[in-house]
């Protein structure tokens, strides 16, 4: 069965990080580029970030751009979100999903359960 | 970037009575678009890929229509636990974009 699990999340103060992890398990996890959604209270879904399966290759939405990271330890099955500068607008949970392809875009076919990231003094 | 944007906001449907939401691109996706369902507190699941594919263990009262800009995700006959959020997504293009979502609920 295929499982992502996140966590992570936290309260954090406007400025500061977070790293965010998501463990896969129940599939090959190199044979898959992986995403970070988020849904911030009140809105729709937001992509945010994807890392394709070798991790040679990464991608990044306008406003997380120069702030995010996204990483990938394949020999240990794990994806991770390194968050620098919060901003209260990066309140959300944040989902990591698989998806179906190694490389290029991609629809989303198992997400996690989530993790609550807030930034709030 | 692409501009996904869903019709109606909240579409109001009695238990068994047909609902249809709408998904509009900013320019042809041709057929690379997927229709996800989250209810609240949940993850979203994905329900329908390529437009019209019904993903695994997805129920035969869900279906996925169309091509290039317009698109529909039809419920013939929702019951209770289809009363949820609906987005579209392209997959065609970086970065991929969603929908701002349809609330299915019930009358």
């Known amino acids: 069965e295929v499982q992502l699990l996140e966590s992570g999340g936290g309260l954090v103060q406007p400025g500061g990080s977070l790293r965010l992890s998501c463990a896969a398990s129940?599939?090959?996890?190199?044979?898959?580029?992986m995403t970070w959604v988020r849904h911030a209270p009140g809105k729709g879904l937001e992509w945010v970030s994807a890392?394709?399966?070798?991790?040679?290759?990464?991608y990044y939405a306008d406003p997380v751009k120069g702030r995010f990271t996204i990483s990938r330890d394949n020999s240990k099955n794990t994806l991770y979100l390194q968050m620098n500068s919060l901003r209260a607008e990066d309140t959300a949970v944040y989902y990591c999903?698989?998806?179906?392809?190694?490389?290029?875009?991609?629809?989303?076919?198992?997400w996690g359960q989530g993790t609550l990231v807030t930034v709030s003094s | 970037e692409i501009v996904m944007t869903q019709s109606p906001a909240t579409l109001s449907v009695s238990p068994g009575e047909r609902a249809t939401l709408s998904c509009r691109a900013s320019?042809?996706?041709?057929?690379?678009l997927a229709w996800y369902q989250q209810k609240p507190g949940q993850a979203p699941r994905l329900v329908i890929y390529?437009?019209?594919t019904r993903a695994t263990g997805v129920p035969l009262t869900f279906s996925g229509s169309g091509s290039g800009t317009e698109f529909t995700l039809t419920i013939s006959s929702p019951q209770s636990e289809d009363f949820a959020v609906y987005y579209c997504q392209q997959y065609l293009s970086w970065p991929p974009t969603f929908g701002q979502g349809t609330k299915v609920e019930m009358k």
């Open positions: 320019q042809s996706i041709s057929n690379i």
């Open positions: 890392i394709v399966g070798s991790g040679g290759r990464t």
């Open positions: 999903a698989k998806c179906l392809k190694p490389d290029g875009t991609c629809y989303f076919d198992c």
């Open positions: 390529d437009a019209s």
């Open positions: 129940g599939f090959t996890f190199s044979n898959h580029a």
